[in-house]
């Protein structure tokens, strides 16, 4: 009987703890416009104070964000270029942006492509880390760019996992 109350009161701290944390994805909303569809968490709006700086150059597709953290998406005009002149812009902008102080690249899947990831090793002067992806699709270039207090790119990896080109 002893063990029976116990287990049932584990049980119940269980439960009541994981209804005490908040989660920024529980009620998750769909963007889908300028031929790009993804998911991004639920606390997040289009007039977020948190902005994104993008690569200069580029055509904004869609930004949204919170008070501390933020996500942009876009494209970079690469018309006349063929798939490998494309991957080849892809590859100078790394190493542009890994000179400018941000880490090694990592390889993640975006919409069924390879994309390259790098994180800023350091904070910057406001106290935010920046991720930044790239990737080609339809012989076209294209970024994402999420900032916020940690380096964890588990929330940019979550959105780019759900992103769909149209």
Do not use: H
């Not at 994981?18 to 007039?47: H, I, L, M």
């Amino acid at each position: 009987m002893k063990r029976l109350i116990y287990i049932l009161a584990v049980v119940l701290l269980v439960v009541m703890a994981s209804g005490c944390t908040s989660d920024q994805w529980a009620s998750n909303k769909t963007y889908s416009g300028n031929g790009v569809t993804f998911s991004y968490p639920g606390t997040w709006s289009e007039n977020a104070t948190k902005t994104v700086t993008t690569p200069s150059g580029s055509n904004n597709i869609a930004a949204f964000g919170s008070n501390d953290e933020g996500f942009a998406i876009g494209s970079i005009s690469a018309s006349g270029l063929d798939t490998a002149s494309i991957q080849s812009v892809l590859n100078q902008l790394v190493q542009e942006y890994q000179t400018q102080g941000y880490g090694a690249s990592k390889s993640i899947t975006v919409d069924g492509v390879t994309a390259t990831m790098i994180t800023t090793t350091s904070k910057d002067s406001s106290g935010y880390y920046t991720t930044i992806a790239f990737w080609v699709k339809n012989n076209s270039l294209y970024y994402a760019a999420y900032v916020s207090t940690t380096n964890s790119t588990q929330t940019m990896e979550r959105i780019l996992g759900s992103l769909k080109t149209t």
